[in-house]
Antibody, heavy 120, light 109 residues
């Protein structure tokens, strides 16, 4: 069974760093891209970027370039999304998603989401 | 403001049919595949349609997708109360990013 299991909810202060994770199982992890999607409270879906765990080829949405870092460790079948300095506006639910390629948005498998709350 | 335009809300009675539109441009829908997602409150989005008109395993044929030019449409027949949710269209854009519509809230009257 294909699964994407994300790390738990986080509460952070502005300026702090954070790294959340997404562990894939039940399939060949290097063979599929892992994307990240943000959903701010009461708002829609925003695609942040994507990584190919096989070769670490990473693409960012222009809206998120320089704001976050996406990485992956194929040896432990885990992808990551990290911030070096959080802002209150980073408060959101973050989902990882298994994609066939960056340009194919139809994805069956999603993580359960990680809620990040940034508040002083 | 989303790159793809969806109506904020639609409604219909149980058993009826509803369609949700998704309007884009040649930079996105016009040259890329479209997907549709259903999001129930408090849950991750669920894929309903991919590659314009294909249903993943387990998705009933009450759900259908189509694309024409720079617009796409999700159709839902035989509406049920369990279909009340937010629906999103998504595709790739020439800005080198996937993009989504703003979402449509479906109310089953």
């Amino acid at each position: 069974e294909v699964q994407l299991v994300q790390s738990g909810a986080e509460v952070k202060k502005p300026g702090e760093s954070l790294k959340i994770s997404c562990k894939g199982s039940g399939y060949s992890f290097p063979s599929y891209w892992i994307g990240w999607v943000r959903q701010m409270p009461g708002k829609g879906l925003e695609w942040m970027g994507i990584i190919s765990p096989g070769d670490s080829d990473t693409r960012y949405s222009p809206s998120f370039q320089g704001q976050v870092t996406i990485s992956a460790d194929k040896s432990i079948t885990t992808a990551y999304l990290q911030w070096s300095s959080l802002k209150a506006s980073d408060t959101a639910m973050y989902y990882c998603v298994r994609q066939r390629s960056p340009t194919l948005v139809g994805a069956i498998y999603w993580g359960q989401g990680t809620l990040v709350t940034v508040s002083s | 403001q989303s790159v793809l335009t969806q109506p904020p809300s639609v409604s219909a009675a149980p058993g009826q049919k509803v369609t949700i539109s998704c309007s884009g441009s040649s930079s996105n829908i016009g040259n890329n595949y479209v997907a549709w997602y259903q999001q129930l409150p408090g849950t991750a989005p669920k894929l309903l349609i991919y590659d314009n008109d294909k249903r993943p395993p387990g998705i009933p044929d009450r759900f259908s997708g189509s694309k024409s030019g720079t617009s796409a449409t999700l159709g839902i027949t035989g509406l049920q109360s369990g279909d009340e949710a937010d629906y999103y269209c998504g595709t790739w854009d020439s800005s080198l990013s996937a993009v989504f519509g703003g979402g449509t809230k479906l109310t089953v009257l």
